[in-house]
Nanobody
Framework: VQLQASGGGLVQAGGSLRLSCAAS????????MGWFRQAPGKEREFVAG?????TRYADSVKGRFTISRDNKNTLYLQANSLKPEDTAVYYC?????????????????WGQGTLVTVSS
């Protein structure tokens, strides 16, 4: 599975961005997909994840971020009401099957990351 993330950029606090992750190499609908982020000097943390039957969000983004996928092998993360603490490199990840995990070790495939910077 190959993953290509895009859509990051510089935005003011309160603004919005939509991140995209193009997947190839396996039937997209069978994959458990997730978004993680890593701020400077911090561990990579779970943001949101989705399987065919469930969706999970980190408490820090619940109500502000929405994960979705289309039928063209693309995963999205709509990020609204952005805060300076959302500044990080955002990664998409995938695993062939299973539950929506929240630890990076539960995902087998990773994209290259896209930088989101939120100014105050």
């Amino acid at each position: 599975v190959q993953l290509q993330a895009s859509g990051g950029g510089l935005v003011q606090a309160g603004g919005s961005l939509r991140l995209s992750c193009a997947a190839s190499g396996r039937t997209f609908s069978s994959l458990v997909m997730g978004w993680f982020r890593q701020a400077p000097g911090k561990e990579r943390e779970f943001v949101a994840g989705q399987s065919w039957s469930s969706t999970r969000y980190a408490d820090s983004v619940k109500g502000r971020f929405t994960i979705s996928r289309d039928n063209k092998n693309t995963l999205y993360l709509q990020a609204n009401s952005l805060k300076p603490e959302d500044t990080a490199v955002y990664y998409c990840a995938a695993v062939n099957s299973g539950r929506v995990g929240i630890s990076r070790g539960e995902y087998s495939y990773w994209g290259q990351g896209t930088l989101v910077t939120v100014s105050s």
